[in-house]
């Protein structure tokens, strides 16, 4: 629901994104497919999709825990294999 609201951003960027990635409202990201910054300002639906998600948000940590622990979310090879 979430890739909906937010501009359509693909699966793979989805997987990857980290509360790093998200501030005022806002995710920032480059792109996996074509490595193109993007900064996607983002609807009310989303930010309080973002909202229900709890208060631990560390810099580092996944959005949405869709990947196993340990994932190493730099190596495309490993992600493409989860």
């Known amino acids: 629901m979430f890739a909906c609201h937010a501009a359509g951003i693909r699966i793979g ?3 990857k994104l980290q509360w790093r990635n998200y501030e ?3 995710i920032n990201l ?3 497919k074509t490595k193109v910054r993007l900064d996607i300002k ?3 639906v989303a930010n309080r ?3 229900n998600l709890g208060s631990c948000r560390k ?3 996944s ?3 869709l990947l196993p622990n340990g994932t190493d979310m730099s190596n495309e090879e490993e992600l ?3």
């Open 59 to 61: 810099p580092n940590q």
């Open 24 to 26: 005022n409202g806002r």
């Open 80 to 82: 493409l294999k989860a």
């Open 63 to 65: 959005l949405f825990n």
């Open 30 to 32: 480059r792109t996996g």
């Open 42 to 44: 983002l609807g009310t």
């Open 49 to 51: 999709i973002l909202e």
């Open 13 to 15: 960027d989805l997987l």
